[in-house]
């Protein structure tokens, strides 16, 4: 008998350190960074561990969930139909986090939705519904311009959303903003057309520079040239004017000395009557110049030549 008591003493004794065992190791839990663990005491919530090693009561208490408060991204993918009815594909990234690790909080996204499943619908369904009521007010050809319009009215109906749930929309990117291929396709005949039109305003705007500027160095190279013709007509007659009063001063000069030693002036134009005479036969080269060479020719012609030298010593 006090075998068997020894016996039942030592079972008794090994199941319970084994259950001791058991329930010391289920009074830790470790919590991981940027983690937090939710307790529930029978299913009611009792508090929220932190990240390390956390004591809880065993049996009584039990980690229902743990919620990472790190950033989280979803790519979406949907299509939304602008005012003149045409559709228009987007991709999306979204990227959003935890609002912060307080207890209301991670209360609140622990305990708002069903399931994680229920929330990433309610989330992705609140973007493509933001995206679609802003597109819905705009033409197919504005669209694309406004990328950042469109993204800045998501946030801002998204945020107080997100804010209600807990969590906090961190940024929004619109990866790719397509249309159908019928429209892409009329969109880029548009677009080349375009060019092909500011091409040729352009061709032309440089043509008619360049004929300007053509006209306005025509028209400068006809003034300078008709200035210099004016410049050089001046200075020949200047010129011309000047060897006149040096011819008319020397044969003035060449009468006054003739005068003095008492000669005839007579022979101041005989003598250019002859050297005249010798020119033309020197530097005729075979041309025929005809010349009236009697007394009287040469008497007129002295007399006219002497008129005119009288007149230009009085003047």
Known sequence: MAELISLLTVVGLFFGGIFMLVVLGGSF??????????????????????????????????????????????????????????????????????????????????????????????????????????????????????????????KEQLDHALASWGYHLIDLQMNDIGFDEEISRSMAKVVASSNLRAAAENEGQALLITKTKQAEAEGNAIKIAAEAERQAAQLRGQGIALFRQ????????????????????????FSMWTESLKHFAEQGKGNVIFLDGSPDSMQDTMKRMMALSVKNTKM
Do not use: Y
């Open 246 to 269: 040096e011819v008319a001063k020397g044969m003035t000069e060449a009468a006054h000395e003739m005068q003095k030693a008492d000669l005839d002036v007579s022979f101041i134009l």
């Open 29 to 154: 839990v470790s919590i991981q960074q940027g983690t937090v663990g939710i307790i529930t005491r029978f299913g009611k919530f009792g508090r929220v561990l932190r990240p390390g090693l956390n004591f809880k009561l065993p049996i009584i208490e039990s980690v229902s969930q743990r919620l990472s408060l790190q950033n989280r991204s979803v790519e979406l993918a949907f299509q939304a139909i602008t005012a003149d009815q045409a559709n228009v594909h987007f991709k999306a990234m979204l990227l959003f986090s935890v609002l912060n690790p307080d207890e209301d909080t991670v209360l609140n996204v622990a305990f708002k939705f069903v399931d994680e499943r229920s929330f990433m619908t309610a989330l992705v369904r609140s973007v493509e519904g933001s995206v679609r009521a802003f597109v819905a007010t705009k033409k197919q050809q504005d669209i694309l311009a406004l990328r950042r319009e469109i993204i800045d009215s998501v």
